[in-house]
């Protein structure tokens, strides 16, 4: 039956345009709470992983500089020369990794970015990409939108949240692509050492797996031993692609700066699907970005120093609370068993922040496996970690 024009205007369904990948995904579990935070007053929010640390006057001034000098055109793809060299310099001297600068590195817009570029080039419909979680939010949903079948592993706070060599062995079947590697990791803080490492890639290489390892908060580790990448163990170069940035490491959320390393077979049509997409990152920002790794370390050890603190404080106080907390050796987030008060972490978040002000993030907005913790984010001053504390002491004592 044809509609009159009339008609027409008054009954679009518009689901049926959509794409049903896109229409099914669910939004984050993240931004509710930082959303409701923002409509109340007198609320400490500790929901978003964002450092509270100015970016760096010297990178700041670079980009000014940038402006200053007209230096507002398009970059190549790639992202420019002098940025990727830079990049390939800093992942030498931190990691031992050896890549080249022409072939092997993409700049993209932020690392989430380059995880839905990576993704899109290597998933096809039906494969299966393995997810240990707890993890960040946009895994699931963008291995989704390529088509794939997210797989996802349930870590342990016995393990301290680390993949164990059983997990991941008994996940694998043989439409299994992908592992995203997601160390150190948001929401837990846990970390992979080298010892964890070397049991893992010889599964992956068994199973000839290729690995996508997030490591967009390597320079956040504590307690002396440095990130090590699975990318530098043996036979494990050829197979990962490296994601990393500068949000997290140097204060640089806004200025929308990440880059992955990895074979040039597979950095190559990320490059074209970026090339459609994006075109190239922006142009100051990557200017910024050369500033921030070529004098950037110092920066870094301040800010990880007054992490490490917070990190303490936030643990401590947790736990003398009754809120079990394992110390988490990475990142910016702490991740606390709920389970003691009898409420999903739902519940608690809802009530924390409703009758305390305080905004914290459901530990099942993480995975299923997140239920019964709550991530808190550690990215705040000493004032306002103390005052939380404070608020969720009274909370748990009128629950009594």
């Known amino acids: 039956m044809r509609l009159t024009r009339e008609e027409a205007t008054f009954v679009i369904d518009y689901s049926k345009y959509l794409n049903d990948r896109a229409r099914v995904i669910k939004p984050s579990g993240i931004r509710r709470f930082f959303d409701i935070a923002n409509e109340m007053e007198d609320v400490i929010s500790l929901s978003i992983g964002e450092p509270d640390f100015f970016t760096p006057w010297h990178i700041r001034e670079e980009g000014i500089t940038t402006l200053e000098k007209g230096r507002t055109r398009y970059t190549p793809n790639r992202g420019l020369m002098a940025l990727r060299e830079e990049i390939c310099r800093f992942l030498k001297r931190k990691y031992d990794l050896e890549y080249t600068a022409a072939t092997d590195i993409l700049v993209t817009v932020g690392g989430s970015e380059a995880i839905d570029m990576a993704l899109r080039c290597l998933v096809g ?10 993890c960040f939010v946009c895994y699931d949903p963008l291995t989704r939108m390529a088509g794939g079948v997210p797989v996802s592993i349930a870590t342990k706070a016995e393990n301290e949240f680390r993949l164990t060599p059983e997990e991941l062995e008994n996940a694998i079947t043989d439409k ?3 592992l995203i590697f997601p160390y150190p990791n948001n929401p837990t803080g846990a970390v992979m050492r080298r010892e964890h490492l070397k049991a893992l890639s010889e599964i992956i290489i068994r199973h000839d797996l290729i690995v996508l390892s997030d490591e967009i908060y390597s320079e956040l580790t504590y307690g002396g ?4 990448s699975i990318a530098s163990l043996p036979g494990m170069k050829e197979r990962t692609i490296v994601i990393n940035g500068f949000s997290k490491t140097y204060a640089m959320t806004g200025w929308r700066m990440g880059y992955a390393a990895g074979p040039k077979e597979i950095i190559s049509p990320m490059t074209k699907l970026h ?3 994006i075109m190239s990152a922006p142009t100051m920002s990557q200017y910024a970005a050369i500033e921030a790794l070529k004098n950037g370390d110092d920066d870094i050890a301040e800010m990880r120093d007054q ?3 917070r990190r303490r404080l936030i643990v401590d106080g947790l736990n003398r609370l009754g809120l079990t907390c394992f110390e988490p050796e990475g990142a910016f987030y702490v ?3 709920i389970q003691s008060t009898g409420m999903t972490s739902d519940e608690f978040c809802e009530r924390l922040i409703y009758d305390k002000h305080v905004a914290v993030v459901p530990g099942s907005a993480f995975g299923a496996c997140g239920e019964g913790f709550v991530r808190i984010s550690y990215a705040y001053s000493i004032k306002h970690l103390a005052e939380a504390l404070n608020r969720i002491g009274a909370f748990l004592k009128e629950l009594k």
Do not use: A
């Open 275 to 277: 090339q459609y997409g």
């Open 125 to 134: 419909e039906g494969d299966e990409v393995i997810i240990p979680e707890p």
């Open 176 to 178: 299994t692509k992908v």
């Open 307 to 309: 992490y490490d603190m």
């Open 225 to 228: 031993e440095p990130h090590v």
């Open 335 to 337: 991740f606390p068993s």
